[in-house]
């Protein structure tokens, strides 16, 4: 499944010791993505993120997931989530995971 999710990063300020960056997610599958997680590099610690929950960070190696209000990417959906850290650096080397359904899923079949 994840050949078929676009990642897309971006840094939307910097305001020199620390900055705000940004990760879209973009299904380009048939299927759907649910309960996905996000590993990458970031050289700079997170300290707060909106729209992602971070499950771990060690040496510069992150791994997020999905928040509860977006933990499904259908078909052809975008879904974004932002961050603020301190230094600098850019996020590289992602990997996401997921579940794939050909169709919505039913929350309450997931939890």
Same mark, same amino acid.
């Given at each position: ?6 990642? $897309?990063? %971006?840094? !939307? ?5 620390? /900055? +705000? =960056? +940004? ?8 299927? &759907?993505? !649910? $309960?996905?997680?996000?590993? /990458?590099?970031?050289?700079?610690e997170i300290d707060n993120i909106w729209d992602a929950? *971070? ?5 510069? %190696?992150? %791994?997020?997931? $999905?928040?509860?209000? $977006?933990?499904? *990417?259908?078909? #052809?959906?975008?879904?974004?989530? #932002? @961050?603020?850290?301190? =230094? #600098? =650096?850019?996020? +590289?080397? @992602?990997? *996401?995971? =997921?579940?794939? /359904?050909?169709?919505?899923? &039913?929350?309450? %079949?997931? /939890?």
């Amino acid at each position: 499944m994840s050949e078929s999710i676009s990642v $897309n990063y %971006s840094e !939307v300020q910097n305001w020199g010791n620390g /900055f +705000q =960056g +940004q990760i879209s997610l973009t299904n380009n599958g048939d299927s &759907n993505l !649910v $309960n996905w997680d996000l590993d /990458f590099d970031l050289p700079a610690e997170i300290d707060n993120i909106w729209d992602a929950e *971070i499950i771990s960070n060690g040496n510069g %190696s992150y %791994s997020i997931q $999905n928040a509860p209000w $977006n933990r499904e *990417i259908t078909a #052809g959906e975008t879904v974004t989530l #932002g @961050f603020t850290a301190n =230094g #600098g =650096g850019t996020a +590289q080397n @992602f990997n *996401i995971e =997921g579940s794939s /359904f050909n169709s919505p899923s &039913n929350s309450a %079949s997931i /939890f």
